[in-house]
T-cell receptor, first 111, second 114 residues
Framework: QKEVEQDPGPLSVPEGAIVSLNCTYS??????FMWYRQYSRKGPELLMY????GNKEDGRFTAQVDKSSKYISLFIRDSQPSDSATYLC???????????FGKGTRLHILP | DSGVTQTPKHLITATGQRVTLRCSPR?????VYWYQQSLDQGLQFLIH???????AKGNILERFSAQQFPDLHSELNLSSLELGDSALYFC?????????????FGSGTQLSVL
């Protein structure tokens, strides 16, 4: 079983829809959970950061962590064509020496 | 613009050759991370340097080596290149060495080995 699993997509949704992106993981020690957005031919940029379980909201973006299910989600409300990108989940713990990234989900928002 | 500079942006070379990728971190950042990104493997951690010292190694091949210089820029050396080394190589920087800090990624070097 891979440490972090993420559906590669592509996921195509109409503009204005709510988008749900998810990752599952196997290491129960993970404490820090991140979502990075990567546009084509660019480096990833940090979008959301969550410590332990719970929700975090920032504008149109909400990150959720369910440690009991080893499942994290990113919700995008009122999706825009500019949200079209690859979204990578990432996680680590105080015991780790590296951040583990998911392979990313390609998202297309259709105008 | 993340403030992290990577050069060159593109590199085309032949099998068996050696190349050097360069990274300048954001001003004030002491940590540099190197990642390899390919379609099948995703973003793979290679190595982490903090203030000139190696802090962690990931899936880095013995043919690959890196260093961080006193001015904090870093270089990733790839030798005896194989077709499978073709990938996008990213450098990222952060202020400290804690993994829960925000990473700032450069735009990457696209390496093509022919």
């Amino acid at each position: 079983q891979k440490e972090v699993e993420q559906d590669p997509g592509p996921l195509s949704v109409p503009e204005g829809a709510i988008v749900s992106l998810n990752c599952t993981y196997s290491n129960s020690a993970f404490q820090y959970f991140m979502w990075y957005r990567q546009y084509s031919r660019k480096g990833p940029e940090l979008l959301m950061y969550t410590y332990s379980s719970g929700n975090k909201e920032d504008g149109r973006f909400t990150a959720q962590v369910d440690k009991s299910s080893k499942y994290i989600s990113l919700f995008i409300r009122d999706s825009q064509p500019s949200d079209s990108a690859t979204y990578l989940c990432a996680m680590t713990s105080d015991r780790d020496d590296k951040i583990i990234f998911g392979k990313g989900t390609r998202l297309h928002i259709l105008p | 613009d993340s403030g992290v500079t990577q050069t060159p942006k593109h590199l085309i070379t032949a099998t068996g050759q050696r190349v050097t990728l360069r990274c300048s971190p954001r001003s004030g950042d002491l940590s540099v991370y190197w990642y390899q990104q390919s379609l099948d493997q995703g973003l793979q951690f290679l190595i982490h340097y903090y203030n000139g010292e190696e802090r962690a190694k990931g899936n880095i091949l013995e043919r690959f080596s890196a260093q961080q210089f006193p001015d904090l820029h870093s270089e990733l050396n790839l030798s005896s290149l194989e077709l499978g080394d073709s990938a996008l190589y990213f450098c990222a920087s952060s202020v400290g060495q804690a993994l829960n800090e925000k990473l700032f990624f450069g735009s990457g070097t696209q390496l093509s080995v022919l």
